[in-house]
């Protein structure tokens, strides 16, 4: 039973990680006095990884959590109410909307930014979670810089692991391409370039069991694959592993409430944030399965706290 009365505010954010904060700081800017649920994950993805070269600004690496700590002071200076909560149920019917927190307290805005990011899909093996940022990633163009004239695998038959191998050869010396059945699911133009493409070797019906390396300094030098047709298992030296095996939106809390696609990814107005709900915004990687980058999610947390703004002015 929830005997505290509701915190309102003019706007909403569900989200810490960069479209989160980045809305945030904007909202703050426009006086709209903006409170932040951060979630589960305080700071976003960007918290699970180490070095960050490509957020603009920085001509030294960063570090992702260094980065999300900057972000966060950032939007308290300008004054963004952080609210330590997750929200679990949400009322999108009527104004003002209502979000059930864990910690019992509801909160209640005249207009919602959802920033509730996406998460990558693992195989969930432990020895690939014990080297997830020390070879092992979900993120090519993030991480495959790292790896210039190194041998990589990908795993994954989807568009994205098609993209993530071909890009991977930009830099790496070779790229095999683990996939569990001996047909691609990516679109076939793409399986075209991948099949023209010589630094890269398809491993078909195989799956990784174990990833393989060293605790000092940390790194991934073999990965053990099954053949799941002959049920051999052998081993493949490669000092990288990416996973492309998909990403789930953390879109739950609005199912059947919002316009969503077929996988979960909620869908905006062309070159807006605006969901099919007046006031209800979507920015980041809860409505992006394309970019999927901080900067991009930044970009699109900026828009979100801008049409807030236009939104709340009408409707005064
Ligand atoms: P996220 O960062 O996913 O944040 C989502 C937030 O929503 C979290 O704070 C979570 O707690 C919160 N949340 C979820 N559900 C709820 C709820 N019900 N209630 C309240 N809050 C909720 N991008 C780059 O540009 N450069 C890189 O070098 C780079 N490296 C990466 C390395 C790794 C290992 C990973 C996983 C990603 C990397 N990315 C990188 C991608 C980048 O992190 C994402 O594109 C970016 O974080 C997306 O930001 P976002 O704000 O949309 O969501
Ligand atoms: P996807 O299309 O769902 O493909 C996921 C792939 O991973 C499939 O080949 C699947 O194998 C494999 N897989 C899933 N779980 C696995 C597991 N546990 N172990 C091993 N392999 C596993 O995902 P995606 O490639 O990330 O693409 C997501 C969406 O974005 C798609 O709609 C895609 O078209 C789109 N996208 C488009 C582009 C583009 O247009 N250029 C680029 C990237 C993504 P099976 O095939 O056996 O199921």
């Known amino acids: ?18 479209a989160g904060y980045t809305a945030a700081i904007y909202a703050a800017r426009a006086m709209l006095k903006p409170m932040l649920v951060h979630g589960t994950q305080p700071g976003g993805q960007l918290t699970t990884t180490t070095d ?6 920085y001509s030294k690496v960063i570090q992702g959590p260094w980065l999300m700590e900057e972000m966060k ?29 864990d910690s019992g307290q509801n909160y209640t805005a005249d207009a919602l930014i959802i920033a509730t990011g996406a998460q990558a899909r693992w195989l969930n093996l432990k020895t690939e979670q014990d080297f997830r940022g020390f070879g092992v990633s979900a993120c090519a163009t993030c991480d495959g810089f790292f790896f210039k004239e190194k041998e990589v695998a990908v795993v994954g038959g989807g568009n994205a692991a098609v993209e993530e191998a071909i890009f991977l050869t930009k830099f790496a010396s070779k790229v095999h391409l ?44 073999a990965i053990k694959i099954k053949n799941l047709k002959t049920n051999n298992i052998s081993e493949l030296k490669v000092d990288g592993l990416f996973i492309a095996i998909g990403h789930d939106p953390a879109t739950s809390l609005f199912k059947n409430q919002l316009e969503m696609d077929k996988e979960g990814y909620l869908i905006t107005k062309p070159d807006s944030t605006e969901t099919n709900i007046p006031g209800v915004f979507a920015a980041g990687d809860v409505k992006d399965k394309k970019f999927r980058q901080a900067v991009t999610a930044a970009g699109m947390g900026c828009m ?4 807030t703004e236009k939104y709340l002015e009408n409707v005064k």
């Open 178 to 221: 683990i996939h569990r059945r001996n047909e691609l699911r990516a679109e076939k133009l793409l399986q075209e370039k991948l099949k023209a493409n010589k630094k890269i070797e398809i491993i078909w019906d195989s799956a990784v069991e174990e990833v393989l390396g060293t605790n000092e300094p940390k790194g991934v030098n």
């Open 73 to 101: 002071s950032q939007a308290e200076a300008v004054g963004t109410e952080m609210i330590q909560d997750h929200i679990n149920k949400i009322d999108l019917s009527k104004k003002p909307i209502v979000a059930y927190g």
């Open 1 to 18: 039973m929830n005997n505290k009365s509701p915190k309102h505010s003019k706007v909403l954010i569900l989200g810490s990680g960069p």
């Open 304 to 307: 979100a706290a801008l049409e």
């Open 52 to 57: 960050v070269e490509n957020y603009p600004g």
